[in-house]
């Protein structure tokens, strides 16, 4: 595909150098893509163009929709209110498990069918009663210079960030990256390096950095999923390792989320993640002390709720994506001991419960577009 510098969603990017051969080599993430001119790097989104790395998707999205922000998922940032939802295509990783195949995997002229600039995406999420405005679909890594200034324009309004992400990124892109965000949900795959190289194509140490990174060095409310495969890392061995790597080093505080593999993609012929698993993985990661752990893509409502650490309170009672109880003081405390429940909480929870609105963003562009809106203010 021919790419033109004068293309309006081609922008340049800054996390890259020359090498001595004439290629270059992007930095953004730990594949380090070695490029020649007219070349993409793994994540199909980012080129050598000139003798440079740019970004050849900004302003252009798979598509917006504004969901629970349940179920990104973040259970303690916010809960029961609407975030507007976009992604764009490709990924830095290679996951022959990808539960998003049909974005990650594409190529761009297949997929994104959707324009929007940062400036449209924040007006949109205001004019819409979104409390925040999540980077998910795909690796928002991928597109970090859309994704930041995306995070600028909607802080102007009182929108929050989220990213949804595998982490996968290098030291000095992670630093101004997560500067902008104000929740992320970091995909944390397995605990185990021949897992991420065998089916993931990347290392896990990577990944591991980004945790400890955005719990100690930044802001950004934390929470964290791994999709459990049956027979690939699902052991108990492997879930009690996992569960005492996070004690130690982020601490009992940071959500941890369980969620129910499906078969897809390149890994058909695994079953389904039968619910039991998912609840002996609980229970593991509980025994060893963390404080707020879930089941997902199961309904299970015990792994749905938020529980009191110290006295086994019920805290927030949810159904799937829908708040049926809210023990919470409006210091975000337990109402029976008095215990602080972590998290980034109000007075009193949203109630957009799971529904779902696709947006047009051309009702938020200059695009030329006459019609109801598909997502009224909730």
């Known amino acids: 595909m021919d790419i033109q510098l004068s293309d309006k969603h081609v922008v340049p990017t800054k996390f890259w150098h020359k090498l001595p051969d004439g290629r270059v080599q992007c930095d953004l993430c730990p594949r380090f893509c070695k490029l020649k001119e007219g070349q993409r790097g793994l994540c199909f989104v980012r080129a050598n163009v000139g003798g440079q790395v740019v970004l050849t998707s900004y302003g252009k999205a798979s598509g917006f929709a504004i969901d629970p922000i349940e179920k990104k998922p973040l259970y303690h940032f916010l809960p029961g209110t609407p975030v507007l939802s976009y992604g764009t295509a490709g990924c830095n990783l290679a996951c022959k498990f990808c539960q998003n195949w049909d974005i990650s995997k594409s190529r761009e002229q297949d997929t994104l069918t959707a324009e929007a600039f940062p400036e449209d995406i924040a007006r949109a999420a205001k004019a819409t009663g979104c409390r925040s405005v999540a980077f998910t679909y795909n690796d928002p890594v991928i597109f970090h210079e859309y994704a930041i200034d995306t995070a600028k324009a909607c802080h102007e309004h009182g929108i929050k960030s989220v990213a949804v992400t595998a982490g996968y990124i290098t030291e000095e892109p992670r630093k101004e990256f997560f500067s902008h965000m104000d929740a992320a949900n970091v995909d944390l795959k397995s ?188």
């Not at 001991?337 to 047009?360: I, M, N, S």
């Open 191 to 378: 605990f185990d390096e021949e897992f991420y190289y065998r089916l993931c194509g990347g290392k896990l140490q990577y990944v591991l950095d980004t945790l400890e990174f955005i719990k100690h060095e930044t802001d950004c409310w934390l929470e964290i999923t791994t999709l459990i495969i049956p027979g690939h890392n699902d052991s108990e061995e492997e879930i009690h390792a996992m569960s005492e790597w996070i004690m130690d080093k982020l601490g009992p505080d940071v959500p941890l989320h369980f969620t129910a593999f499906h078969p897809d993609w390149k890994m058909r012929d695994i079953p389904p993640t039968p619910p039991e698993t998912l609840i002996r993985c609980r229970k593991i990661a509980m025994e060893k002390g963390l404080h707020y752990v879930y089941t997902g893509n199961v309904h299970n409502t015990e792994g749905d709720s938020t529980w009191c650490h110290q006295c086994g309170a019920l805290l927030i009672g949810r159904d799937w994506y829908v708040i049926t109880d809210w023990h919470l003081t409006p210091e975000g405390t337990c109402e029976k001991c008095g215990t602080p429940c972590a998290g980034v909480f109000e007075e009193k929870p949203g109630d957009w419960g799971r529904k779902r609105y696709v947006v047009d963003m051309r009702y938020f562009t200059n695009s030329p577009f006459t019609g109801e809106s598909p997502a009224p203010n909730p």
